[in-house]
């Protein structure tokens, strides 16, 4: 809560001088949104020109809301869908989403947040679980690759406190079970990405799985139901792929492959519009939806950042790039506009 105070001195056509002292007082809820609270003191008198006293509240208001809500907008907190690709990221000094998530806090995302929760494509279950833990274990759960890869470590703390929010908020908004994990570390999903972003392996985080077997509206209810965690200073990241066909993987060397890039170009204007039912639906509304995720399991972490978001949240895409012809590193922000009551 913050007010502010102004006092007025009005010289209306009555050649009477009137004194209003104007107070308003911003409040900021935990849902985001501005309250506005006004209040007048005049002097008791039969020539006040109220319509006079109106019209100057009112260009008030508009013009101190008008300002409160582009700092709010700034400071609003942010869900984010990141693209983690291949596990090479870890390693390739080379790859432009690697220099994009080495400059994170400087040019995405500079607050601190208190933990970070993490939905990855790498962790299917039958029902939602999180693990909880004190300390996170790297998951080395990729084969064949250069051996220096298994020597990275990532030893974040965990974060069990927020491992029982999220099941508490998830059992509120009718998910029954969610099961917890007490040995899990983070895997690739989660990790990679966290080492270029969070280097210093110092702010706790906590995983939560996805379910396969279900679409995307259930993951976008998931989403949902952890909403509240923004407001608490924790980042959700969903961490997955834009497209991922493991099958299709540099088929034809590094050419994009047309049908891959035309799915990911209906991905970013659908996002970008607002249209996130049809996210929900992508099977049935997309082009080669299949071809792009031939299993959904990177797609709904990004079903998950959008819940969170909410409804009115705005997209942008943050970062565009390529591996392989076919796996694309596009990286979604969703930020949430502030509204006035």
Not at 98 to 103: A, D, I, K, P, T
Not at 225 to 242: D, N
Request: charge should be positive.
């Amino acid at each position: 809560k913050f007010p502010l105070f102004f006092s007025l001195r009005c010289l209306p056509n009555t050649g009477k001088s009137l004194t209003l002292a104007i107070r308003i007082q911003f409040r900021f809820s935990r849902r985001r949104k501005i309250h506005i609270k006004t209040q007048f003191d005049r002097p008791a008198t039969n020539n006040q020109p109220l319509g006079f006293v109106i019209l100057t509240t009112i260009l008030l208001l508009s013009s101190i809301s008008r300002a409160r809500i582009r700092h709010m907008a700034a400071a609003a907190p942010a869900v984010f869908f990141i693209s983690h690709g291949s596990p090479t990221l870890s390693i390739d000094k080379s790859l432009p989403a690697r220099h994009f998530l080495e400059s994170w806090k400087e040019n995405v995302f500079p607050q601190r947040p208190n933990a970070i929760l993490v939905i990855s494509g790498h962790w299917e279950t039958d029902e939602p679980t999180v693990n909880v833990v004190d300390r996170c274990d790297t998951i080395h759960d990729f084969y064949g690759f250069p051996k220096p890869m298994y020597q990275l470590k990532y030893p974040a703390p965990g974060a069990p406190y927020l491992a029982t929010r999220v099941k508490q908020l998830l059992k509120e908004s009718g998910f029954e079970t969610v099961h917890e994990d007490k040995e899990r570390g983070l895997d690739h999903g989660a990790w990679v990405p966290l080492m270029l972003m969070y280097p210093e392996a110092d702010i706790p985080v906590c995983q939560l799985s996805i379910q396969s077997h279900k679409d995307g509206t259930y993951h976008y209810n998931i989403g949902r139901a952890l909403a509240p965690l923004k407001a608490e200073g924790i980042l959700i990241m969903g961490s997955g792929s834009a497209t991922h066909n493991l099958r299709a993987l540099g088929s034809n060397g590094d050419k994009l492959a047309p049908s891959i890039v035309e799915f990911d170009r209906w991905l970013e204007e659908a996002l970008l519009s607002g249209r996130y039912d049809d996210v929900n639906r992508y099977e049935g509304k997309a082009p080669y939806a299949k071809v792009a995720h031939p299993w959904p399991d990177h797609f709904y972490p990004l079903h998950v950042a959008m819940g969170a978001a909410g409804d009115d949240a705005k997209a942008e895409l943050i970062h565009r790039s390529w591996q392989f012809g076919t796996l694309s590193y596009a990286s979604y922000r969703f930020t949430t506009r502030p509204e006035i009551q």
